[in-house]
């Protein structure tokens, strides 16, 4: 099937002057784990917005499993993500009204996923991430690195081709943010693809396969690690 | 531009739909309130005036002169209760005949001396008092061109009287006046020598109170001696006309206006505030007073109630105008317009009520202590959905739509808010549907005689001889002409009917009985009480006469006619609130002692089926007319009244339903607002546009679901409590088919009506919703 992601001269600017992002042109292949880092306001929210279909670029194309998100109208961008992607933000964006099961089964029910299978998927997820036993609590009362499993499960509950991450470490403290990127390891290791944005070198560095460095919208470097998943 | 000026400029900017629901809320109540208001003044303030000049009495009681002593007349001013009297003045009732010879309509006739007294103080329009025997004073209303002064008015078997002046009395004491000493010479052989009292009481308010004054007399004078009493209630009813009955109704619309605007009112100043508590913490942290941010919030409600007012107000008096030009008519006085103080009052009213509701979340806001108004500025309190997520996630329902049902119980006050709008447009929509079809029902209540498509008129068709009488039909013409109709093919059957003008003893004036002859069940008047009378001796009756004569269904009364007393059982009250709601039914042959009987001078007839009435009518008038008789098509001219306050009722649901509407478009998009970033968040794990509308719309539903289940008998109860106080003010009781108007199937449709106004109302939003930039949204945090 060849990559995952396709960027060819995507380009995304707002108003007048220098767009905000490229043009940039770049490839990901399944399994590949990418670190986009760069300074604050270099882009890299842009970018992943691009890849993840909440916004489109001002040039260029977007090819996400073999899809061009850039040309897709507002439903099947909407099926693309409930089925394609999970996203993973920084400040989890969890719905406090429902409990963590139910914050996690949401996607799979909106993607009609039948009501059994959902359920079992939810519990697999929950048990592998270390929180089954907060299944019936309500996320208000969970710890930061708690919640962000939470938003990782709610992520990976349709099986997503591509994990996209926006400083999922950003709003936690060291023990937190060191679970999670033992999570983001594991996964990677698993084979799961995964985008990670982050300013976090060290990060980038753990549990990227490879990682690129954005500067003023353009690709500053784009280095593949040497150490093997 | 002050500070404070830009804040509120930018708020009321800003929030352009709250602005215009305020708006639209405050001008639909102040020009229902106005209509309202300014009908009752109009309706009734002439008689007040005229009452309160004159003198009026509460009471005008007939008395039997043979029966009680002038001292006993005189000894009932002393009696409990009673702050003023006079009286005795004779009476008598004459039957005048005009220039032309035709007998008019019997006049009750007072002697006294001069207009003026302690009581009825008669306002002499023209001409001079009666000063001797042969000199009468007529009423204003009078034909002038008939009787002008310095004409005569000859009397039945009586002198010939010259008209010498024209005087008007508000309590409609008598009919016309003589000097004291005429009297005796103008009362017909045998008739009761009767006597006229005035009273006026210490508490004479309502119909109750009158009831026991009249008790009161009754116990000071000899027994049998009190004949009748007239009320001035029951003559303000007659005098305050048609437009009375629109004041109740207009009433009702106007509070339930009034009702809306407050929650309109409070709602959005509660929601402008509650969205934007950040904004406010920072006004505080800017330096901004307490005060200055409850007036800034104040004002934000304000500038738009004040346009709906002076939008209201001009809406109102347009409004009004065709209603009091009515009114106009019926007392004759020129140039009625909307009373300057109701269109003052109505908006002080109004903006006193805006202030308030507006107040009490602005004070909120006030309160905010500016470090809390930064710190919780856009975090939703948690917690309160969740019992209500837990519950409806479990529904087999597609996720969205379970999503949005619960929603609503995170905003219980929002949710409250909008759920009134609801009832309240609801509600309003089932009053008027249930009183468009007590119109249609009043209506045809009031032409019986529609299932008589043919009436054949058998009098009165030749020119009156001059100075004769006017031709009379004979007894052999008459059943001529029966004998025609019932010959003809295509009659089902036939009744006659004939008019007259008859006294009851104790009443000033005369009453319409109508006489009927044959089988005249078809056109049988809608029972209220008892039934249609079966036969002689029997009569049916309106509401008012019973009240005015204080009969009872099953008492028996007397009426005059050309001097021969008839004695009539009342078996029926009927709904008739024509000819001032006193005409009486009877069979023709209860009148048949009058002197020449009373000539039957039209037939109703109706048709076998599919029999076309004009065909009918070619056929039978070939045989009819030799005889005198022509047969026409019976066609009842539909009140103008009636569709006034229909189309009324229309514009001022529509205006009712589309606030409400407005109220929930309001409510669902400060929620869609608030939401924003969560919805972002939805959309981002996938949630598709039509979801998203599918998850809004939900979250109306269960309002609109629950506000029709209230509001559909919440308006039925109004309107079954309003329709009774409208026939009240009107004069009349009301027969079941014009109350019970409301079918299964209607209140269903109205019920889902709640459901249509929420739908409605939250379209909008939930598009804006779907299309909301979910990047953007995110980028919120
Ligand atoms: N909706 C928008 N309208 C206008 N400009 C925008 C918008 N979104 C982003 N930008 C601009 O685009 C540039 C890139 O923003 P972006 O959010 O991608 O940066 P970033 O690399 O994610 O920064 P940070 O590390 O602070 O999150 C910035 O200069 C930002 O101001
Ligand atoms: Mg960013």
Redesign the interface.
Known sequence: MGNLIALDRTTKGYGAGAPALGPLTFTVEPGEALAVTGPSGSGKSTLLNLVAGLDKPTAGTVTVDGLRIDQLGEHALARFRRERIGMVFQFFNLLDDLTVADNILLPAQLAGMPRAKAAARTSELMETLGIEDHAGAYPGRLSGGERQRVAVARALVNRPALLLADEPTGALDTTSGRDVRELLIDLHRGGQTIVLVTHDLALAEACASRTVHLVDGHVAFDQTAEVAR | MSALGRVVRSGVGRRRVQTLVVALATLMAVASAVVAGSLMVASSAPFDHAFARQHGPHLIAQVDGAKASTGQLAATGHVPGVTASAGPYDTAVINAQDPNGMRMPELTVAGRATPGGALDDLTLDSGRWAAKPGEIVLPTGFPPEIFPLGSSLRIQGGPVLTVVGRAQSVSESADAWVTPGQISALRVAGAPVTVEMFYRFASAGTKARLTADRATLAAALPPGALLGTRSYLDTKLSADGESAPFVPFLMAFGVLGLVMSVIIVSSVVSGAVGASLRRIGILKAVGFTPGQVVRAYVAQALVPAGVGVVLGVVLGNLLALPLLSDAEQVYGSAGLSVAWWVDLAVPAVALGVVVIAALVPALRAGRLRTVEAIAIGRA?S??R??WA??AV?RLPL???VTLGL??PF?RPVRTAAMLAAVVFGTAAATFAVGLASSLNAVAAAQHPDAATPVIVLAGGLGPPAPGGPPPRISAADGARIRSAIQAQPGTESYYGTAFTQVTVPGLTGSIQAQLYQGDSRPGAYEMIAGHWFTGAGQAVVPTHFLDVTGTRVGDSVTVVDQGVSVRLRIVGEAFDPGADGMRLHTDVSSFASVKEGIPVDAYNVVLKPGVSAVDYIEKVNAVLRPLGAQAVPNQDSGGSLLVVLEAMAALLTLMLVAVAGLGVLNSVMLDTRERV??L????????????TVTMVLASVVGVGVAGGIIGVPVGVALHDYILPVMGHAAGTRLTPRIVSVYHALELVLLGLGGVAIAVLGATLPAGWA?KA???AA?RT?
């Open positions: 939703p948690t917690g959905g969740q997520h837990r996630g597609p996720r969205a619960a929603s995170a970033h969560d972002g968040v939805c959309k981002a794990i996938g949630m598709s546009p039509r979801q779907a930039r979910t990047a995110l945090e």
